[in-house]
């Protein structure tokens, strides 16, 4: 029903910084929580972060807090990550999701989802 198309991912140095973003259409953009969550090679999926509709509430994994910012722009469409501090560990292909409910972490909640963006940090 909705596209979703991540950019910014690219690659990186260790304690660097990067903001993804993820644009999205449709007219229906605020009645969707939305999540990232990344998946490095061999890896399950993960969840990284969500914001609810109206982005007053946000939620993030503990591999993350404190280093990770997830926002949104409703009047563009897009929810951003805004990526700090970056780690060898945050390696991946990360994911922008819609859903209903920003605090639902399993990507099984999501129900669409965009290509990903490639995040490579270097040490």
């Known amino acids: 029903q909705v596209a979703l198309v991540e950019s910014g991912g690219r690659l990186v140095q260790a304690g660097g910084s990067l903001r993804l973003s993820c644009a999205t259409s449709?007219?229906?953009?605020?009645?969707?929580?939305m999540g990232w969550f990344r998946q490095a090679t061999g890896k399950e999926r993960e969840f990284v972060a969500s914001i609810s509709r109206s982005g007053g509430s946000t939620y993030y994994a503990d591999s993350v807090k404190g280093r990770f910012a997830i926002s949104r722009d409703n009047a563009k469409n897009t929810v951003y990550l805004q990526m700090n501090s970056l780690k060898p560990e945050d390696t991946a292909v990360y994911y922008c999701?819609?859903?209903?409910?920003?605090?639902?972490?399993?990507?099984?909640?999501?129900?669409?989802w965009g290509q990903g963006t490639q995040v490579t940090v270097s040490s």
């Open positions: 999701a819609a859903g209903s409910d920003a605090y639902y972490f399993a990507p099984e909640r999501y129900l669409y």
């Open positions: 449709g007219r229906t953009f605020s009645s969707y929580a």
